[in-house]
């Protein structure tokens, strides 16, 4: 399994940024992915995820400024991010779990005046 996560980047408060993960090894069809992110300083954290159905599950601090979506054909999940706030600001990381957790890469997202 791989989960290359990207589109991080720096941007100012208010502004937006979108990410994306392409998987392979599996089939987001039917498994569950998500995101989390680690702030500098803090641990990891629950951001979003999305089942198999396409029903999804928010942190409570990003619900109605994050939304998470996939595209099955291209085997790749997004995160919208809008509004963004300077406590944001974390490494974004794509997540995957059976028997195990599997983690992407990793991708910067920097929320700076």
């Known amino acids: 399994v791989q989960l290359q996560a990207s589109g991080g980047g720096l941007v100012q408060p208010g502004e937006s940024l979108s990410l994306s993960c392409k998987a392979s090894?599996?089939?987001?069809?039917?498994?569950?992915l998500g995101w989390y992110r680690q702030a500098p300083g803090k641990q990891r954290e629950f951001v979003a995820q999305i089942n198999s159905g396409g029903n999804t599950t928010y942190a409570d601090s990003v619900k109605g400024r994050f939304t998470i979506s996939k595209d099955n054909a291209k085997n790749t999940i997004y995160l919208r991010m809008i509004s963004l706030k300077s406590e944001d600001t974390a490494v974004y990381y794509c997540?995957?779990?059976?028997?195990?957790?599997?983690w992407g890469r990793g991708t910067l997202v920097t929320v700076s005046s």
């Open positions: 090894g599996i089939r987001i069809m039917i498994n569950t």
């Open positions: 997540h995957y779990r059976r028997y195990r957790d599997y």
